[in-house]
């Protein structure tokens, strides 16, 4: 018998697109890359290697390919959510809205959730033995940060249903009415001034370039003969950069596809037209590399690591800044120089750093891997309203908590999430209790099942 990973690479049936599952892994690798380069840090705090030189922001066109990640989602929640409708009883009225939810969370939040807790345990113990200044305060602050991450995406899964009946229903339309949607968000925020509405476009933003993703799930990206499947991607890569660059080099944008410390608008927080056009691009690039990965992937090596990769992906996304952290921590430790960020030293330093960091985070993902293996998914139904109520607390609890961080835990820090101040504490309440409503809605029976 081989390893799990060649059993499962071998048993994989030549129907799965594998290349939305290379894109997967690829886009949150390019993530983790992009922070442990960005990371600038001195013995006097962590800054942002963008900000120290500038002529790099173009890199972020390359670089911020979270819009690639909430694509191939959209594809694999609207194949998901379909193969669950066809497996409903048949007569059966019961919403098969919590068994999606829980199928679709469960390699998200039970890594979530471990991460949480072991991180909020060490940040009270830290503080109570009157820790937490210094690098390990940022680390405190910064390592909850890449949870927005997670309660974007559970905001996708979450609002698939309704989103994919409109796709059904209006194509093309329904992306149209959200990319329309983010555009006249941002109107009002610049050339009317209107308070707040900016925060709208983490909604229409991020749900449209899900869109895309249905699309693809029903070949309306880059179906027909050669020349014609390549004639639509084209374009959307095409007319995306084009007014990307437009709107940077004549609107209210900034260069910077991330965030940047200090500035006045930001593409990403919250997210701006520019941010979709550069989505779009995005999008209509990677398809165009379809065919050339798709005979890449045919071989078993390649899948393989693929496949290996896949089964880790969200472990070591979660852990990667605790593992970036942990080296410029022992560096500190160990009276290591840490050069000033983009000297000649520094650069010459940084593929050591990054290997050292990669090492850690595999360590860390041996020690909590397993917590991304999905339990067993018998039910096709459960209770939606309970699982809608679950989804709504863990959204809100992961969000709280990118914003608010673990500093600060005796002094009951608090940061605003939609006017109201949340504390650390009560943000993995949220989290928690949602996540837990989830799983016990999604493993309900329907009525006249056996059990």
Same mark, same amino acid.
Request: glycine fraction near 10%; aromatic fraction near 8%.
């Given at each position: 018998?081989g390893?799990p ?5 071998e048993? !994989?049936?030549?129907? #799965?697109d594998? /290349?939305v599952d290379l894109? #997967?892994?690829a886009?949150?690798g390019?993530?983790v890359?992009?922070? $442990?380069?960005?990371?600038a840090?001195?013995p ?8 120290v030189v500038?002529?790099l922001?173009p890199l972020? $066109?390359?670089l911020?390919?979270?819009?690639v990640?909430f694509?191939?989602g959209?594809?694999a929640?609207?194949l998901?959510y379909?193969?669950?409708?066809r ?6 009225t019961?919403s098969?809205y919590a068994?999606?939810?829980? *199928?679709?969370?469960?390699r @998200?939040l039970r890594p !979530? ?5 072991v991180w909020g345990?060490a ?9 937490g200044?210094g690098?390990?305060?940022v680390?405190? #602050?910064?390592?909850?940060q %890449?949870?927005?991450?997670?309660g974007?995406y ?6 698939t249903?309704?989103?994919?009946r &409109?796709?059904e229903? /209006? ?12 555009a006249a968000v941002?109107?009002? #925020?610049f050339?009317?001034?209107v308070?707040y ?8 933003v991020w749900?449209a370039?899900?869109?895309l993703?249905? &699309?693809?799930?029903?070949g309306r990206l880059?179906?027909g003969?050669a020349?014609s499947?390549?004639r639509?991607?084209a374009l959307? *890569?095409?007319?995306g ?12 944008y %900034?260069?910077?596809?991330v965030g940047?410390? +200090?500035?006045?608008v930001s593409?990403?927080?919250? %997210?701006?037209?520019a941010?979709l056009?550069?989505?779009?691009w995005l999008v209509?690039?990677v398809?165009?590399?379809?065919a050339?990965?798709a005979?890449?992937?045919?071989r078993?090596r390649a899948w393989r ?6 089964g880790v992906?969200?472990?070591a996304?979660? $852990?990667h800044?605790?593992?970036? =952290?942990g080296? /410029?921590?022992?560096?500190?430790a &160990?009276?290591?120089p840490?050069p000033?960020?983009a000297t000649?030293? $520094?650069?010459?330093q !940084?593929p050591l750093?990054?290997a050292?960091a990669a090492?850690?985070t595999a360590? @860390?993902?041996?020690?909590?891997r397993t917590?991304e293996?999905p339990?067993p998914?018998?039910?096709v139904q459960?209770?939606?309203p ?6 709504? =607390?863990t @959204? ?5 908590l ?5 500093a600060g835990?005796?002094?009951?820090r608090?940061?605003l999430l ?7 504490p009560a943000?993995v309440?949220? !989290?928690?209790?949602g996540?837990?409503l989830?799983?016990?809605a999604?493993? +309900?029976r329907?009525?006249?099942?056996? %059990?």
């Amino acid at each position: 018998m081989g390893s799990p990973v060649r059993v499962l690479a071998e048993a !994989t049936p030549d129907t #799965r697109d594998r /290349y939305v599952d290379l894109l #997967r892994v690829a886009s949150l690798g390019a993530v983790v890359l992009g922070h $442990w380069m960005m990371a600038a840090v001195t013995p006097d705090g962590v800054g942002n290697l963008l900000a120290v030189v500038p002529a790099l922001q173009p890199l972020t $066109w390359l670089l911020q390919v979270m819009p690639v990640f909430f694509f191939v989602g959209g594809f694999a929640h609207a194949l998901s959510y379909r193969s669950l409708l066809r497996k409903r009883p048949e007569g059966s009225t019961d919403s098969v809205y919590a068994a999606f939810l829980r *199928a679709r969370l469960q390699r @998200l939040l039970r890594p !979530t959730m471990v991460f949480v807790l072991v991180w909020g345990v060490a940040a009270l113990l830290i503080q109570l033995l009157g820790g937490g200044g210094g690098l390990t305060g940022v680390t405190l #602050r910064l390592v909850t940060q %890449p949870l927005w991450f997670i309660g974007i995406y559970l905001a996708m899964v979450a609002f698939t249903p309704p989103l994919l009946r &409109l796709h059904e229903r /209006y194509g093309w339309g329904a992306f149209a009415g959200l990319a329309g949607a983010a555009a006249a968000v941002d109107v009002l #925020r610049f050339a009317a001034g209107v308070p707040y509405v900016e925060f709208l476009n983490f909604a229409f933003v991020w749900l449209a370039v899900h869109q895309l993703g249905f &699309l693809r799930a029903d070949g309306r990206l880059g179906a027909g003969p050669a020349l014609s499947a390549l004639r639509r991607p084209a374009l959307l *890569a095409g007319g995306g950069l084009i007014t990307a660059v437009a709107l940077v080099a004549f609107g209210p944008y %900034p260069l910077s596809m991330v965030g940047m410390p +200090g500035e006045k608008v930001s593409n990403m927080a919250p %997210p701006t037209l520019a941010l979709l056009c550069h989505g779009l691009w995005l999008v209509g690039a990677v398809e165009l590399l379809r065919a050339p990965a798709a005979r890449l992937l045919a071989r078993p090596r390649a899948w393989r690591t693929v496949v290996a990769a896949n089964g880790v992906a969200m472990t070591a996304f979660l $852990w990667h800044l605790t593992a970036m =952290l942990g080296v /410029y921590g022992a560096m500190l430790a &160990l009276d290591v120089p840490l050069p000033e960020p983009a000297t000649a030293a $520094w650069w010459a330093q !940084t593929p050591l750093r990054l290997a050292v960091a990669a090492a850690l985070t595999a360590v @860390l993902v041996a020690a909590f891997r397993t917590f991304e293996r999905p339990a067993p998914t018998a039910a096709v139904q459960g209770h939606g309203p309970l699982a809608a109520l679950g989804a709504t =607390l863990t @959204l809100l609890g992961v969000l709280g908590l990118s914003m608010v961080g673990f500093a600060g835990l005796l002094e009951g820090r608090t940061a605003l999430l939609i006017a109201i101040p949340v504390s650390a504490p009560a943000a993995v309440a949220m !989290t928690l209790c949602g996540w837990l409503l989830v799983e016990r809605a999604g493993r +309900g029976r329907g009525r006249g099942q056996r %059990p």
